[in-house]
C-alpha cells in the first residue's frame, strides 16, 4: 500500500496570506488527524477527520481549519498567517478504532516570513 | 530538513548495545501508549503500543514497559543498530482519539 502522502513538501508564505495543505491517507483509512510540529512545542494535534466529518479537536485558534472529502482526502486550512505558525504540518492516517497505530506523511514545512 | 527540538535528551549507544528509552507520562486515563521514532526529514513512524491494562509487550527487537504506579514508559532495543539513530517519542491517546506526544529522546548509535 502507498503511504500517507503530503502537498506540497515546502511552502513559503508571507504573514497574513493564507495557506491549504492536502493530505491522501492510506488507502482504506477512514480516520485523518493534523498535528503542528514546532522545535519550542513538540508535536501538538490539532484535529480528527473521520468520514468527513471532525471529531475532535486540539486548542488551536478558529485560524485553523480543515475538511475531509469523500475519497477521505484532507486539507488543511491556515488564515490570516502569523509568524509563530512556521512548522511543520504532518497529518496521519489510522484504519482501527482504536486510534494509536497511526501512519504519518512526510509532512509539509511551512514558513512564514 | 530538521523537524524535532534541538535540544533533546540525547542518548548514545554503542552499536549491538541495548538500548532503554525512558518517557513519564501524566495522564492516567489514557487508553494506549505508542511509540513513534522520527528520522531527520521524514514523519513519525510507529513503532509499538501497549494497552493501558498491560505492563509489558515485545515487538521485533523492541519492548515497551508500562508502570503505572509511577506513570512510567520505556522502550527498549536490543541489539541496536545505526539504522535505530533517530529522535523517540512516547504518545499516549484515550478517549478523545488524539494523540499527546512526548518533548522525545534522540537517540544516537555510534558505530
Known amino acids: 500500500k502507498a503511504g500517507v502522502t503530503q502537498t506540497p513538501r515546502y511552502l513559503i508564505k508571507t504573514r497574513g496570506q493564507q495557506v491549504t495543505l492536502s493530505c491522501s491517507p492510506i488507502?482504506?483509512?477512514?480516520?485523518v488527524s493534523w498535528y503542528q510540529q514546532t522545535p519550542g512545542q513538540g508535536l501538538q494535534f490539532l484535529f480528527e477527520?473521520?468520514?468527513?466529518?471532525?471529531?475532535n479537536k486540539g486548542n488551536f485558534p478558529g485560524r485553523f481549519s480543515g475538511r475531509q472529502f469523500s475519497n477521505s482526502r484532507s486539507e488543511m486550512n491556515v488564515s490570516t498567517l502569523e509568524l509563530g505558525d512556521s512548522a511543520l504540518y504532518l497529518c496521519?492516517?489510522?484504519?482501527?478504532?482504536?486510534?494509536?497505530?497511526?501512519?504519518f506523511g512526510p509532512g509539509t514545512r511551512l514558513t512564514v516570513t | 530538513g530538521e523537524s524535532v527540538g534541538l535540544h533533546l535528551p540525547t542518548l548514545s549507544v554503542q552499536e549491538g548495545d541495548n538500548s532503554i528509552i525512558n518517557c513519564a507520562y501524566s495522564?492516567?486515563?489514557?487508553?494506549?501508549f505508542i511509540w513513534y521514532k522520527q528520522e531527520s526529514g521524514k514523519g513519525p513512524q510507529f513503532i509499538i503500543d501497549?494497552?493501558?491494562?498491560?505492563d509489558k509487550r515485545q515487538g521485533q527487537r523492541v519492548t515497551v514497559l508500562l508502570n503505572k504506579t509511577v506513570k512510567h514508559l520505556s522502550l527498549q532495543i536490543a541489539a541496536t543498530q545505526p539504522g535505530d539513530s533517530a529522535v523517540y517519542f512516547c504518545?499516549?491517546?484515550?478517549?478523545?482519539?488524539?494523540?499527546?506526544f512526548g518533548s522525545g529522546t534522540r537517540l544516537q548509535v555510534q558505530p
Open positions: 504518545a499516549e491517546i484515550g478517549g478523545r482519539r488524539a494523540l499527546t
Open positions: 501497549i494497552r493501558s491494562n498491560m
Open positions: 488507502s482504506g483509512h477512514r480516520s
Open positions: 495522564n492516567s486515563a489514557s487508553d494506549y
Open positions: 477527520y473521520f468520514s468527513e466529518t471532525q471529531r
Open positions: 496521519a492516517s489510522s484504519g482501527t478504532e482504536r486510534g494509536s497505530e497511526q501512519y
